[in-house]
């Protein structure tokens, strides 16, 4: 079974009701900042980022833009729903928890192969790698 249809209009909502406005949250990157500062670990948070890619098997995972083009990867929190492909591209806000992980070759090889990266660049995943993981409770398109 494929992610779900949907053309992810603005104000369409996938999980739970997303209460924050856009001009509330904050950015990937003052998140990443707050990770640094205060500890390994931030809840109730919303985010506001450009949709880059979205798990084309199920729609499960999403990853959003960041101005040092690190990969900022969104999980659906206990995989309780999932989103649309047509949600690469749109601006969102995401409310949920965000922390700094390290993340295993295995496992980076995994999303690689869900991502449909060439056998080459899977290959060239050789390290484990500390990324911000956010596990979200609700997205919501906001253009």
Same mark, same amino acid.
């Given at each position: 079974?494929?992610? @779900?249809?949907?053309? %992810?209009? +603005?104000?369409?909502? !996938? $999980? %739970?009701? /997303?209460?924050? @406005?856009?001009?509330?949250?904050?950015?990937?990157? &003052?998140?990443?900042?707050?990770? =640094?500062?205060?500890?390994? *670990? /931030?809840?109730?948070?919303?985010?506001?980022? &450009? +949709?880059?890619?979205?798990?084309?098997? =199920?729609?499960?995972?999403?990853?959003?833009?960041?101005?040092?083009?690190?990969?900022?990867?969104?999980?659906?929190?206990? !995989?309780?729903?999932?989103? @649309?492909?047509?949600?690469?591209?749109?601006? /969102?806000?995401?409310? $949920?928890?965000?922390?700094? *992980?390290?993340?295993?070759?295995?496992?980076?090889?995994?999303? %690689?192969?869900?991502?449909?990266?060439?056998?080459?660049?899977? %290959?060239?995943?050789?390290? @484990?790698?500390?990324?911000?993981?956010?596990?979200?409770?609700?997205? =919501?398109?906001?253009?």
């Amino acid at each position: 079974m494929g992610p @779900p249809e949907g053309n %992810a209009l +603005v104000g369409d909502t !996938y $999980g %739970a009701v /997303v209460t924050t @406005p856009e001009s509330k949250a904050i950015s990937v990157e &003052k998140l990443s900042k707050k990770l =640094k500062k205060d500890n390994k *670990k /931030v809840e109730n948070v919303a985010i506001t980022g &450009k +949709v880059t890619d979205v798990c084309d098997k =199920k729609g499960c995972w999403l990853t959003i833009e960041t101005e040092d083009q690190s990969k900022f990867f969104v999980k659906m929190k206990d !995989y309780g729903f999932f989103v @649309p492909t047509a949600l690469k591209g749109k601006n /969102v806000v995401l409310e $949920g928890t965000a922390e700094r *992980k390290v993340i295993s070759v295995d496992e980076q090889k995994h999303y %690689a192969e869900d991502a449909k990266k060439s056998a080459q660049e899977i %290959a060239a995943i050789t390290k @484990p790698q500390e990324e911000i993981r956010f596990f979200a409770d609700g997205i =919501k398109v906001v253009k």
